[in-house]
């Protein structure tokens, strides 16, 4: 039988007792420094995914929004797994609902055909005005702004006598809310959006009171909560907006 030679290595950076003696006699090379393997860094999140939040899925389709449920790169504790399912149940509601845009102006022959008769799936907000009213004015450039936005929901305008006969002109600006030829919601007066100083973001907020549907809702809940979400959203940034603008004006009084 062949002889053996065992070659035994001890721990990494160990030394023996005579190996310490010999290098302090010279006889031996320092003693190299323990290795230690560099920390440890996340590789660069080159796609920007790294930090999920709510605008990162802002810019994203329905198609991609369905890709990243099976993601296994998004399975952690940053992904907002619920507001992507919100966004998501958000972008079919629009994509079923058919598209306005803008106001329509209708007279009274109009109204049944454009208001009673529409698809139950469509909500209609009318708004009964007239000319050289400026409360009426200032609803109108709001409902304008609000059609462009949410254009999934039918707004039109109809002067008030030609809709009701002899209807007060103390009672304008009215709005009246309609779904599957049944109003939803009647609205007379100003005051119900913020009076004089009502905004778009106030008008969307007081229907959504009412029923988010109105604005692109449905009978998912899930969409309703992302529609309810939004106004909400846009209400309050409007609101701290103006309490800024407010500040300012009355440091440039001082």
Known sequence: MGDYHFVYKDLEGSSTE??????????????PAP??????????????RGAKSKEWLENKTEDELDELEDDPDLDDARFLEEYRKKRLAELKGKASKPRFGSVLPIVGADFVREVSQAPPEVWVVVHLYKDGFPECEILGQCLD????KYSSTKFVKIISTDCIPNYPDRNLPTVLVYNSSNVKATYVGLHHFGGRHCTPESVA???CQTDPAVLGGGSDESINEAVMDKVRKGFIEKVVAEREQDRGDSSDDD
């Not at 702004?145 to 462009?148: K, L, N, P, Q, S």
């Open 205 to 207: 907020f007081t229907f």
């Open 35 to 48: 290795f230690k393997p560099p920390a440890w860094t996340p590789a660069p999140d080159d796609d920007g």
């Open 18 to 31: 005579w190996d310490d003696l010999q290098r302090k006699f010279g006889n031996l090379p320092p003693k």
């Open 145 to 148: 702004e609000m059609a462009a």
